[in-house]
Protein backbone atom coordinates (compact mmCIF):
# COMPACT_ATOMS: atom_id res chain seq x y z
CA UNK A 1 0.00 0.00 0.00
CA UNK A 2 1.33 3.17 -0.81
CA UNK A 3 0.98 6.45 1.53
CA UNK A 4 1.74 9.24 -0.65
CA UNK A 5 2.13 12.60 1.35
CA UNK A 6 2.88 10.81 4.36
CA UNK A 7 5.98 10.98 5.92
CA UNK A 8 7.32 10.94 9.83
CA UNK A 9 9.43 13.85 11.38
CA UNK A 10 13.14 13.46 11.75
CA UNK A 11 13.86 16.68 12.77
CA UNK A 12 13.21 20.14 13.19
CA UNK A 13 14.88 23.23 13.13
CA UNK A 14 14.43 27.40 12.85
CA UNK A 15 17.12 29.24 10.91
CA UNK A 16 17.28 32.89 11.49
CA UNK A 17 17.19 34.66 8.30
CA UNK A 18 18.68 37.78 7.84
CA UNK A 19 18.24 41.30 5.73
CA UNK A 20 18.20 41.15 1.89
CA UNK A 21 21.36 42.67 2.56
CA UNK A 22 22.80 40.93 4.90
CA UNK A 23 24.52 37.29 4.89
CA UNK A 24 23.21 34.42 3.74
CA UNK A 25 22.24 32.12 6.47
CA UNK A 26 22.42 27.97 5.90
CA UNK A 27 21.46 24.54 7.82
CA UNK A 28 24.12 22.09 8.32
CA UNK A 29 23.30 19.25 6.06
CA UNK A 30 20.13 17.54 6.80
CA UNK A 31 20.40 13.95 8.35
CA UNK A 32 21.28 10.77 6.26
CA UNK A 33 17.27 9.46 6.83
CA UNK A 34 15.90 13.00 5.01
CA UNK A 35 13.95 12.38 2.08
CA UNK A 36 11.71 15.65 2.15
CA UNK A 37 11.67 19.11 3.90
CA UNK A 38 9.07 21.42 4.81
CA UNK A 39 9.84 24.86 4.72
CA UNK A 40 7.41 27.68 6.34
CA UNK A 41 8.74 31.19 6.77
CA UNK A 42 7.78 33.40 9.68
CA UNK A 43 8.13 37.02 9.66
CA UNK A 44 6.31 40.53 8.43
CA UNK A 45 3.79 39.77 5.95
CA UNK A 46 4.89 42.86 3.18
CA UNK A 47 4.54 43.28 -0.28
CA UNK A 48 7.85 42.53 -0.45
CA UNK A 49 8.22 40.11 2.01
CA UNK A 50 9.00 36.59 1.82
CA UNK A 51 12.58 34.45 1.75
CA UNK A 52 14.90 33.65 -1.04
CA UNK A 53 15.97 30.01 -0.79
CA UNK A 54 17.94 27.60 -2.16
CA UNK A 55 18.36 23.76 -1.43
CA UNK A 56 22.24 21.94 -2.60
CA UNK A 57 25.29 20.41 -2.00
CA UNK A 58 26.92 21.88 1.62
CA UNK A 59 29.39 24.44 0.05
CA UNK A 60 27.41 25.77 -2.99
CA UNK A 61 24.31 26.44 -2.14
CA UNK A 62 24.51 29.73 -3.29
CA UNK A 63 20.89 32.40 -2.78
CA UNK A 64 20.40 35.17 -5.01
CA UNK A 65 18.22 37.94 -4.17
CA UNK A 66 16.28 37.86 -7.37
CA UNK A 67 16.42 34.79 -9.09
CA UNK A 68 16.42 31.90 -6.35
CA UNK A 69 12.60 30.34 -5.36
CA UNK A 70 10.32 32.91 -3.14
CA UNK A 71 9.02 31.49 -0.18
CA UNK A 72 6.21 33.39 1.29
CA UNK A 73 5.20 34.12 4.84
CA UNK A 74 3.13 31.46 6.76
CA UNK A 75 2.67 29.32 3.51
CA UNK A 76 4.30 25.75 4.28
CA UNK A 77 6.07 24.15 0.92
CA UNK A 78 7.03 20.76 0.86
CA UNK A 79 10.61 19.76 -1.31
CA UNK A 80 12.11 16.71 -2.10
CA UNK A 81 16.13 16.87 -0.76
CA UNK A 82 19.06 14.13 -1.27
CA UNK A 83 20.78 13.47 2.41
CA UNK A 84 23.32 15.85 2.98
CA UNK A 85 22.17 18.76 1.65
CA UNK A 86 21.65 22.30 2.69
CA UNK A 87 19.47 25.17 3.10
CA UNK A 88 20.59 28.18 2.30
CA UNK A 89 18.31 31.39 3.20
CA UNK A 90 18.35 35.26 2.48
CA UNK A 91 15.17 37.99 3.38
CA UNK A 92 13.57 39.05 0.15
CA UNK A 93 12.91 42.57 2.07
CA UNK A 94 15.77 45.21 3.12
CA UNK A 95 13.63 45.81 6.38
CA UNK A 96 12.48 42.54 7.78
CA UNK A 97 13.97 39.82 9.33
CA UNK A 98 12.50 36.21 10.30
CA UNK A 99 12.70 32.48 10.64
CA UNK A 100 12.58 29.84 8.81
CA UNK A 101 11.26 26.61 10.41
CA UNK A 102 12.77 23.41 8.71
CA UNK A 103 11.27 20.23 9.53
CA UNK A 104 13.11 17.26 8.01
CA UNK A 105 10.65 14.21 6.90
CA UNK A 106 11.56 10.22 5.87
CA UNK A 107 9.76 7.32 5.09
Do not use: K
Amino acid sequence: MAYDGIYRIIASRSLAVGTSGAVVASTASVSGQTRAVQLMYTGPVASTAGIRFNIGEVGATVVNSTTSPLLFPNVPAMYLVSPGQQIAALSNDASAVGNLTIVELGR
